[in-house]
Nanobody, 119 residues
Framework: QVQLVESGGGLVQAGGSLRLSCAVS????????MGWYRQAPGNEREFVAS????????NYADSVKGRFTISRDNAKKMVYLQMNSLKPEDTAIYYC????????????WGQGTQVTVSS
């Protein structure tokens, strides 16, 4: 129903930057809250950042606050995550999803995009 395609991941050195993109399609509306999540091998998936429909309200995990910036373009149905000052502990597969689906426990997770930060 809701299709999400993440891109923009890669291998960077500590202190570097990456910009992730998420293309949203299917039965979703511009009014939906959107979020980024990540999962490292052996760890549970964790919340990274979220943004409301207008982009006026954002939330970040304490571990990324001040370094990551989430944004969205409703006309293009895109969500972005600008990641600066990357640390090795940021290494994970990054996923985007619709906030209401994650909260309700009905979200389906795609392949995500791999971010690897070397020391």
């Amino acid at each position: 129903q809701v299709q999400l395609v993440e891109s923009g991941g890669g291998l960077v050195q500590a202190g570097g930057s990456l910009r992730l993109s998420c293309a949203v399609s299917g039965r979703t509306f511009s009014s939906d809250h959107m979020g980024w999540y990540r999962q490292a091998p052996g760890n549970e998936r964790e919340f990274v950042a979220s943004i409301n429909w207008s982009g006026s309200t954002t939330n970040y995990a304490d571990s990324v606050k001040g370094r990551f910036t989430i944004s969205r373009d409703n006309a293009k149905k895109m969500v972005y995550l600008q990641m600066n000052s990357l640390k090795p502990e940021d290494t994970a597969i990054y996923y985007c999803n619709v906030g209401r689906l994650v909260v309700s426990g009905t979200a389906s997770w795609g392949q995500g995009t791999q971010v690897t930060v070397s020391s």
